[in-house]
Protein backbone atom coordinates (compact mmCIF):
# COMPACT_ATOMS: atom_id res chain seq x y z
CA UNK A 1 0.00 0.00 0.00
CA UNK A 2 1.51 3.22 -1.07
CA UNK A 3 1.05 6.62 0.48
CA UNK A 4 1.39 9.76 -0.96
CA UNK A 5 2.88 12.82 0.73
CA UNK A 6 0.12 16.03 0.24
CA UNK A 7 1.69 19.71 0.79
CA UNK A 8 -0.78 22.21 0.56
CA UNK A 9 1.13 26.40 0.71
CA UNK A 10 -1.56 29.03 1.66
CA UNK A 11 -0.82 32.22 -0.59
CA UNK A 12 -2.31 35.73 0.95
CA UNK A 13 -4.67 37.28 -0.73
CA UNK A 14 -3.95 39.89 -3.29
CA UNK A 15 -6.21 43.08 -4.15
CA UNK A 16 -6.76 41.66 -7.65
CA UNK A 17 -8.54 39.06 -6.00
CA UNK A 18 -11.22 40.74 -3.95
CA UNK A 19 -14.14 42.08 -5.01
CA UNK A 20 -14.92 45.18 -3.51
CA UNK A 21 -18.20 45.84 -5.07
CA UNK A 22 -21.99 44.25 -5.04
CA UNK A 23 -22.65 46.23 -8.52
CA UNK A 24 -20.17 43.25 -10.12
CA UNK A 25 -22.11 40.66 -8.83
CA UNK A 26 -25.61 42.72 -9.70
CA UNK A 27 -24.68 42.14 -13.16
CA UNK A 28 -23.76 38.80 -13.10
CA UNK A 29 -25.82 36.39 -16.21
CA UNK A 30 -26.01 32.72 -14.84
CA UNK A 31 -25.99 31.00 -18.43
CA UNK A 32 -27.12 27.61 -19.19
CA UNK A 33 -27.19 25.96 -22.43
CA UNK A 34 -27.22 29.47 -24.35
CA UNK A 35 -29.67 30.93 -22.15
CA UNK A 36 -29.34 33.98 -19.78
CA UNK A 37 -31.12 34.52 -16.56
CA UNK A 38 -30.13 37.46 -14.05
CA UNK A 39 -29.33 37.04 -10.81
CA UNK A 40 -32.46 38.60 -9.40
CA UNK A 41 -34.64 36.23 -11.79
CA UNK A 42 -32.90 33.62 -10.57
CA UNK A 43 -33.48 34.49 -6.81
CA UNK A 44 -36.93 34.96 -7.86
CA UNK A 45 -37.20 31.82 -8.82
CA UNK A 46 -35.77 30.28 -5.86
CA UNK A 47 -37.82 31.98 -3.58
CA UNK A 48 -40.86 30.81 -5.07
CA UNK A 49 -39.90 27.32 -5.42
CA UNK A 50 -38.73 27.72 -1.72
CA UNK A 51 -42.44 28.21 -0.76
CA UNK A 52 -43.78 25.52 -2.77
CA UNK A 53 -41.57 23.23 -1.15
CA UNK A 54 -43.29 24.45 2.13
CA UNK A 55 -46.59 24.40 1.34
CA UNK A 56 -45.94 20.61 -0.44
CA UNK A 57 -44.20 19.59 2.96
CA UNK A 58 -47.31 21.25 5.13
CA UNK A 59 -50.05 19.56 2.74
CA UNK A 60 -47.93 15.81 2.63
CA UNK A 61 -47.95 16.48 6.75
CA UNK A 62 -52.07 17.11 6.59
CA UNK A 63 -52.52 14.00 4.47
CA UNK A 64 -50.34 12.03 6.61
CA UNK A 65 -52.31 13.15 9.62
CA UNK A 66 -55.75 12.44 8.31
CA UNK A 67 -54.88 9.10 6.39
CA UNK A 68 -51.94 7.71 9.00
CA UNK A 69 -52.93 4.16 8.68
CA UNK A 70 -51.95 4.50 5.46
CA UNK A 71 -48.45 5.41 5.25
CA UNK A 72 -47.64 2.59 8.64
CA UNK A 73 -46.81 -1.15 8.58
CA UNK A 74 -46.02 -2.84 11.80
CA UNK A 75 -46.37 0.38 13.70
CA UNK A 76 -43.46 1.98 11.30
CA UNK A 77 -43.59 4.32 8.44
CA UNK A 78 -43.26 2.88 4.68
CA UNK A 79 -40.25 3.65 3.04
CA UNK A 80 -41.86 6.08 0.75
CA UNK A 81 -43.52 8.44 3.24
CA UNK A 82 -40.16 8.83 5.08
CA UNK A 83 -38.45 9.98 1.90
CA UNK A 84 -41.28 12.42 1.16
CA UNK A 85 -41.91 13.63 4.83
CA UNK A 86 -38.12 14.34 5.09
CA UNK A 87 -36.95 14.90 1.45
CA UNK A 88 -39.47 18.02 1.10
CA UNK A 89 -38.58 19.62 4.26
CA UNK A 90 -34.27 19.07 3.81
CA UNK A 91 -35.41 20.70 -0.15
CA UNK A 92 -37.17 23.59 1.29
CA UNK A 93 -34.27 24.57 3.67
CA UNK A 94 -31.93 23.87 1.03
CA UNK A 95 -33.89 26.21 -1.46
CA UNK A 96 -33.64 28.33 1.43
CA UNK A 97 -29.74 28.40 1.65
CA UNK A 98 -29.40 28.75 -1.99
CA UNK A 99 -31.74 31.66 -2.32
CA UNK A 100 -29.62 33.85 0.56
CA UNK A 101 -27.13 32.79 -1.66
CA UNK A 102 -27.96 33.86 -4.40
CA UNK A 103 -29.46 37.31 -2.97
CA UNK A 104 -26.06 38.26 -1.95
CA UNK A 105 -25.05 37.92 -5.47
CA UNK A 106 -27.98 39.89 -6.67
CA UNK A 107 -27.03 42.48 -4.15
CA UNK A 108 -30.20 42.80 -3.46
CA UNK A 109 -30.20 44.21 0.43
CA UNK A 110 -32.68 43.78 2.64
CA UNK A 111 -33.20 46.24 5.55
CA UNK A 112 -34.96 45.43 8.67
CA UNK A 113 -38.30 47.71 8.73
CA UNK A 114 -37.72 47.77 13.06
CA UNK A 115 -34.24 48.37 13.62
CA UNK A 116 -33.36 47.33 17.31
CA UNK A 117 -29.89 48.78 18.76
CA UNK A 118 -27.93 52.09 17.75
CA UNK A 119 -26.93 52.41 13.97
CA UNK A 120 -23.54 50.78 13.19
Do not use: C
Request: no cysteine; charged share 20%; proline share 2%.
Amino acid sequence: MRFHKLTFTVQPATAASVVTSQEILADRQFSTDGSTMSARRLWSVIRYTRWLLWLAFLGYALEFYIHRQQHMYLGQLIPTTEAWMFGLGLAAVAAGIAELRTRDQAGIKREPDNKIGFDR
